[in-house]
């Protein structure tokens, strides 16, 4: 159910650290309903660009509109509305190390939403289970957790409030190829069920495969190219060429 | 259903009921979604209790406008509480959209947590208290434990003087030792100060202004210079030890160096002890000297004794004896505040909690040493004659 309206809308954006510009002028839009697979080369600046969107870097130049409203100029209250629409996964989970797993994904419901212990207790317990935890995790905490559970976790957290938009780091790292798999399942089922926008910054490329409706690709500071993993694949531009149809590439597709 | 045109608080949610000859339909309409969810938790839980009777239950979802795990969820809550007192229920009107959720909804909570049986206050008094107990034993051992590492790599150290990292020592010395300097001149400089005008003050009422300088010489030589010295090396260095330990700790730094042959214990310990070791001893001595700078000073301005008089009955009252027993404490103390900043830096585990308990207990925990330490070498120069 892909749809025309941009729920992120990135026009010029420029970052930078110093005298290093990390972004120059990139221009990106993600549609309501849509998986965007976000890549580009090690240290390229994909997470600077999802953490710019998200508020955690100062942009120089450009502008970001998150559903529809500009994000520099809305005041604190707009901006937690906003913010209370879209759920993170970090790329190394981020979870609160002195709370479990089950306050984890507690925490945020119980901030934003004013209800019964019980049912915070219920919904945070389905979406460890939705995300493919057993109950036995809920009273662990991070420390206790292997890299895959906390990527998990830290899953359910971002999808604690239903958010609209989801933003994922590397989502999938660290998760063996079939939890991988399940694991874009999940993204693909609450994507339709919930109209859920996905940003999905990756470098698997059974998930741009799979799950992924269009794919940006970041090089040199700007987006070079959008559109399905055929486009990508029929491109002749040598950085796509190799990204795509390197040997991990061709022996995803065939 | 467009995300730009959607109100964020949701419309209205309901939950309508209807009734024919054999059952009950429950139709839900509105948006059943995560802002609306406290009100409907409560029309669900009432809808539960008022229909205990019916046999049979169709709950009609198709006038739903929107739909989220919470909404999902309540749902499910309903149908299983219906079921569970034998009802059959089916669900109807699910819009294909939703039919992935409310599966995925109907397999969630089915394990019952475990029971968290209100337990025995006693027991659980008792049970604190037994832990307490063995954590303290347990401390003991690793902090044992630590000595005989520690005297291993020294006694190695000795026989190949080029395994000890210099510039790592140095360096802990320099934090150690010469940046403790000002504060704990200053701080000894004022306990000298403070000590001599409560003395003055209550012995000039029989007199005996003039022991006054007896009573700092001896107090602060033999007890206060080194416990004060301790203290604010506790609190100082020993929680900064045990943070960084941790925090290598946390992050596998120490598990690194193990990987790669070498003994956290020769590499990280080893400098950090040795620089209490020698740094104490310097700050007692440099701390007695402010302390009794601080004494005389005031003797002088608030007590009328010139630094003449201060300096005879100084030399009278105290002895070399006097000066070497805290000085002979000195190395020992620096080494109970070092292992056991050392051995709580190694007791970290992954959490930034735990990093903070640890570092309040390595200072609470050397500081109570170091006293205790005081107490037995209280009797052992008693003893002996010192």
Redesign the interface.
């Known amino acids: 159910?892909t749809?025309n309206?941009a729920?992120i809308s990135v026009r010029d954006l420029t970052v930078g650290f110093g005298d290093a510009i990390v972004l120059d002028r990139a221009t990106l839009d993600v549609f309501?309903?849509e998986i965007l697979g976000f890549v580009g080369g090690s240290g390229a600046g994909k997470s600077v660009l999802m953490r710019t969107i998200i508020g955690l870097l100062p942009k120089r130049n450009g502008r970001i509109e998150v559903?529809?409203t500009d994000l520099a100029a809305v005041n604190a209250d707009e901006r937690r509305?906003i913010e209370?629409?879209w759920g993170v996964l970090f790329q190394q989970g981020a979870l609160f190390?002195?709370l479990t797993a089950l306050q984890n994904v507690q925490y945020p419901?119980r901030e934003?939403?004013?209800?019964?212990p019980r049912?915070i207790?219920?919904?945070a317990?389905?979406?460890l289970?939705?995300v493919g935890l057993?109950?036995g995790v809920?009273?662990k905490?991070?420390?206790?957790l292997s890299g895959g559970m906390v990527k998990r976790v830290a899953l359910a957290r971002a999808?604690a409030?239903?958010p609209?938009i989801v933003f994922l780091d590397e989502p999938t790292s660290g998760l063996d190829p079939i939890g991988a798999a399940e694991f874009d399942a999940l993204i693909r089922?609450?994507q339709?069920?919930?109209?859920l926008?996905v940003f999905m910054v990756t470098h698997d490329l059974d998930s741009l495969h799979t799950v992924c409706d269009r794919i940006a690709v970041l090089s040199e500071g700007r987006i070079i190219a959008t559109g399905p993993i055929e486009t990508m694949l029929a491109s002749e531009h040598p950085w796509l060429k190799s990204y795509f149809r390197g040997k991990r590439g061709r022996l995803i597709h065939h | 259903?467009?995300?730009?045109g959607?109100d964020?608080q949701g419309t209205s949610a309901s939950l309508v009921a209807t009734f024919d000859g054999k059952g009950v339909g429950l139709i839900a309409t509105g948006a059943w979604?995560?802002?609306r969810?406290?009100e409907l938790?409560k029309i669900v839980d009432d809808a539960a209790g008022r229909y205990q009777t019916a046999r049979s239950i169709d709950i009609d979802l198709a006038r739903l406008d929107r739909?989220?795990?919470?909404g999902a969820?309540?749902i499910e809550?309903l149908n299983r509480a219906f079921t569970a007192r034998g009802a059959s229920t089916r669900i109807i009107g699910l819009s294909e959209?939703?039919?992935?959720?409310m599966d995925?909804?109907r397999?969630?909570?089915r394990?019952a947590?475990?029971d968290t049986a209100a337990a025995n206050g006693i027991l659980v008094a008792l049970d604190s208290i037994g832990r307490a107990v063995a954590e303290i034993g347990a401390s003991l051992v690793l902090l044992a434990h630590l000595l005989g590492a520690l005297t291993m790599v020294v006694l190695g150290t000795i026989a190949h003087p080029a395994r000890l990292r210099l510039t790592s020592l140095v360096h802990h010395l320099e934090k150690v030792g010469w940046r403790a300097v000002p504060i704990v001149a200053l701080s000894t400089f004022l306990i000298g100060a403070i000590i001599a005008q409560q003395g003055i003050f209550h012995f000039r009422t029989f007199g005996a202004e003039v022991y006054v300088v007896d009573m700092v010489g001896i107090l602060v030589l033999r007890e206060v210079g080194v416990l004060i010295v301790c203290v604010m090396v506790a609190g100082r260095s020993g929680s900064a030890y045990t943070a960084e330990l941790g925090s290598m700790k946390m992050r596998e730094e120490i598990d690194a160096l193990r990987t790669m042959g070498f003994d956290p214990v020769e590499v990280l310990v080893l400098p950090r002890i040795v620089a209490l070791v020698i740094a104490v001893p310097l700050l007692t001595f440099i701390g007695a000297m402010a302390a009794l700078y601080g004494a005389e000073l005031v003797c002088w301005l608030y007590g009328g004794m010139t630094p003449d008089i201060f300096h005879a009955r100084l030399r009278e009252a105290i002895s070399v004896p006097t000066f070497a027993v805290g000085m002979i404490k000195a190395p020992f103390m620096a080494l109970v505040i070092g292992l056991v900043a050392c051995v709580e830096g190694f007791e970290v585990?992954?959490?930034?909690?735990s990093l903070g308990l640890k570092t309040t207990s390595s200072v609470v925990k050397s500081i109570f040493l170091v006293i205790v330490l005081d107490g037995f070498f209280a009797m052992f120069f008693a003893a002996i004659g010192m």
């Open positions: 159910m749809s309206t729920v309501e309903g559903f529809g509305a209370r629409r190390s002195s419901i934003y939403l004013n209800l019964s049912l207790e219920e919904i317990l389905a979406k289970e939705m057993d109950a809920r009273g905490y991070p420390s206790e999808l409030l239903d609209d089922t609450l339709r069920t919930l109209g926008s | 259903m467009t995300a730009a959607r964020a979604i995560a802002e969810a406290a938790e739909l989220d795990t919470f969820w309540l809550r959209n939703d039919r992935g959720l995925e909804v397999l969630v909570n394990t947590g475990k585990d992954g959490s930034a909690a």
